[in-house]
């Protein structure tokens, strides 16, 4: 059974950092991303990264920020986030997929984790 898991969530204030984990388990995926959604917001694409050569794409609005890595050994993704902003308060979704080429559309990914909880306090 695949299943991603989420952890690392959790509040902190305006120029903080926060890890975020991924674990997934049941097989390997050749892209894992994360995405996240703020209160009565649409899911945004965050970063994605792709298991060969570790190629990554970020969103805009997190480059400079976060880095995203993975862990091919034990099928873990992170997101290091720095410099955090109110405006990144949302939950955070680790996805995973094959074959995707367009990173920041939503349905290219097959899996999704259950979501972890990322507050940033002003």
């Known amino acids: 059974q695949v299943q991603l898991v989420e952890s690392g969530g959790g509040l902190v204030q305006t120029g903080g950092s926060l890890r975020l984990s991924c674990a997934a388990s049941?097989?390997?995926?050749?892209?894992m991303g994360w995405f996240r959604q703020a209160p009565g917001k649409e899911r945004e694409f965050v970063v994605a990264?792709?298991?060969?050569?570790?190629?990554?794409y970020y969103a805009d609005s997190v480059k400079g920020r976060f880095t995203i890595s993975r862990d091919n050994d034990k099928n873990m993704v992170y997101l290091q986030m720095n410099s955090l902003k109110p405006e990144d308060t949302a939950v955070y979704y680790c996805?995973?997929?094959?074959?995707?080429?367009?990173?920041?559309?939503?349905?290219?990914?097959?899996?999704w984790g259950q979501g972890t909880q990322v507050t940033v306090s002003s």
């Open positions: 990264i792709w298991r060969s050569l570790g190629t990554t």
């Open positions: 996805a995973a997929g094959d074959g995707v080429i367009i990173a920041a559309q939503s349905r290219r990914y097959t899996y």
């Open positions: 049941g097989r390997t995926f050749s892209t």
